[in-house]
């Protein structure tokens, strides 16, 4: 697969958080940051999503109303971009931070065109908070902002090494694809992002790649077009 242009990473919130499974692991998110910085400095334009998982999750309490729970999410997931923007800061890089609604002096408002900017000034992009609405899934906030961004590829950096057709935790015998197309991941329901954000994916023809974040080198490989995962395609436009 040839090297991206401009990319937008996904990274889960739980893989970050470590053996721990909730809050920040420094050395984590520190081997991430080594792993983008050598990317951005050759001059591929790097935005960033993250899940909230460490802190909160959807459905983390049935007492909560579902929007109310999913704002608890969004800001979950603006606590995780300023953290492991400032790690990336601490690397050596620069970066802002833009949300779908205020946060005070914390992040900046997001548009189109403030962003371009900060790729054209060499900038990391954290895009934080989702949609900015509920039962809308950070899958779905980062489809969104690739389309919006015309990003050439989304990298999808989970837990999971690729995309199989059932659950290898549960099944031994789970197969890996190496490539998938995205008609098939809806078809079979193959959970590479939820349903929304795939729909987007096909109509709006964004290709995904998927892979594990505890491979070594796994994202540098992807940044550079050597996905050691699962190469989800789209039909050409």
């Known amino acids: 697969m040839e090297k991206a242009k401009r990319v937008l990473l996904k990274l889960s919130g739980e893989a970050l958080a470590g053996p721990a499974g ?7 998110v520190k081997a991430v940051a080594r792993q983008v910085k050598p990317s951005a400095e050759e001059g591929v334009e790097i935005g960033v999503v993250i899940g909230g998982g460490n802190f909160w999750r959807g459905r983390s309490s049935n007492a909560i109303d579902r929007p109310k729970a999913d704002q608890i999410g969004m800001l979950a997931t603006v606590m995780n971009c300023i953290y492991v ?12 931070i833009f949300t779908p609604f205020a946060c005070g002096t914390m992040t900046k408002l997001f ?3 403030a962003a371009n900017q900060c790729f054209r000034e060499g900038k990391v992009v954290f895009f934080a908070g989702g949609t900015g609405h509920p039962y809308f899934s950070t899958d779905t906030g980062i489809v969104l902002r690739a389309i919006e961004m015309e990003a050439d590829i989304i990298l999808l950096a989970k837990a999971v090494d690729g995309v199989y057709d059932s659950d290898p935790r549960t ?7 190496d490539t998938v197309s995205i008609g098939e991941v809806i078809e079979k329901k193959l959970a590479v992002v939820d349903l929304t954000a795939s729909i987007m ?7 995904m790649a998927v892979f594990g974040l505890g491979e070594k080198d796994s ?9 050691t995962g699962t190469v989800v395609t789209v039909d050409d436009k």
């Open 111 to 113: 548009s189109k065109d």
């Open 22 to 28: 909730k809050g920040f692991d420094e050395a984590t």
């Open 219 to 227: 994202i540098r490989k992807a940044m550079k077009g050597d996905i």
């Open 85 to 96: 923007s400032e790690i990336f800061r601490s690397e050596g890089m620069d970066t802002e």
């Open 171 to 177: 099944n031994p015998d789970a197969k890996k694809y």
């Open 201 to 207: 994916c096909m109509e709006n023809h964004m290709p």
